[in-house]
C-alpha cells in the first residue's frame, strides 16, 4: 500500500482536459451514474441518491491522499462539458501495478474521446509512478470498450466467469493488461479515431 499522498494531475489533450473532481460536479456526475443505459454493463446498478455523487468526490480526495490512485473528471475543452471521468486505481508501488477505468456520456461514445482521456492518464501514470503493468477489466457485452483497450495497446489475458451479479444479472468480465515495454505513447495529439 502505498502511503504517500499522490496528487490528482490535470492533464490537456487535443480535444479534452483531465483534472480532479470538485464539489461542482456533484449534479453532472449524478446524472452519469444515475443512467441505466450508461450503465448497462456497470459492476453496480446506477445510483438513485443524489449524496452518492458527493461519497463519491470524497473518495476521490481520499483515494489521492492515501496515495493509491487517481480519478481524473473528462472535459470536453471545446465548450467546458463534463463528459465523464476516468481513474487510475489499485496502485502497488510495490508489483508497480495499477487498474484503469473509465465512465463516459453516452452522448460522448463514438468520438474517440475515451481512448484520448485513457491515452494521456496512461502516459502520466507510466512517467509518474514508474508502473511496469496496468489491468482494466470489462464486461464481455461491452464490445466499444474493448475496442478502447484494444486500440491503446491493451491484450484480452482471460475471462472472469459470472464475475459480476448486479440486480440478479449475472456476467462474464473480460481482464486486459498492458505492459510497460508494450507501450506506445501518443506522438503528439492524439487524433480523433
Not at 471521468?85 to 508497480?96: A, Q, V
Request: charged residues 25%.
Amino acid at each position: 500500500m502505498a502511503c504517500m499522498a499522490l496528487p490528482t494531475p490535470t492533464l490537456h489533450t487535443a480535444r479534452l482536459r483531465l483534472r480532479p473532481f470538485t464539489d461542482t460536479d456533484a449534479d453532472a456526475l449524478f446524472a452519469l451514474h444515475s443512467s441505466a443505459y450508461v450503465l448497462r454493463y456497470w459492476d453496480a446498478p446506477p445510483w438513485s441518491e443524489r449524496t452518492r455523487a458527493s461519497r463519491f468526490i470524497a473518495a476521490c480526495r481520499q483515494m489521492a491522499d492515501e496515495g493509491t490512485g487517481a480519478r481524473l473528471a473528462i472535459d470536453r475543452s471545446s465548450d467546458g462539458a463534463f463528459i465523464g471521468w476516468c481513474s487510475l486505481t489499485r496502485w502497488n508501488p510495490d508489483y508497480r501495478s495499477a487498474s484503469l477505468g473509465y465512465c463516459l456520456d453516452d452522448a460522448a461514445w463514438g468520438q474517440g474521446y475515451a481512448t484520448e482521456a485513457a491515452r494521456a492518464l496512461l502516459q502520466w501514470a507510466f512517467d509518474t509512478l514508474d508502473l511496469n503493468r496496468i489491468q482494466a477489466e470489462t464486461d464481455t457485452r461491452n464490445a466499444a470498450s474493448a475496442r478502447v483497450l484494444e486500440k491503446i495497446g491493451f491484450v484480452r489475458e482471460g475471462t472472469l466467469r459470472e464475475d459480476c451479479v448486479v440486480n440478479g444479472d449475472v456476467s462474464d468480465s473480460w481482464v486486459f493488461g498492458l505492459i510497460r515495454r508494450e507501450w506506445r505513447p501518443p506522438s503528439g495529439p492524439v487524433p480523433a479515431r
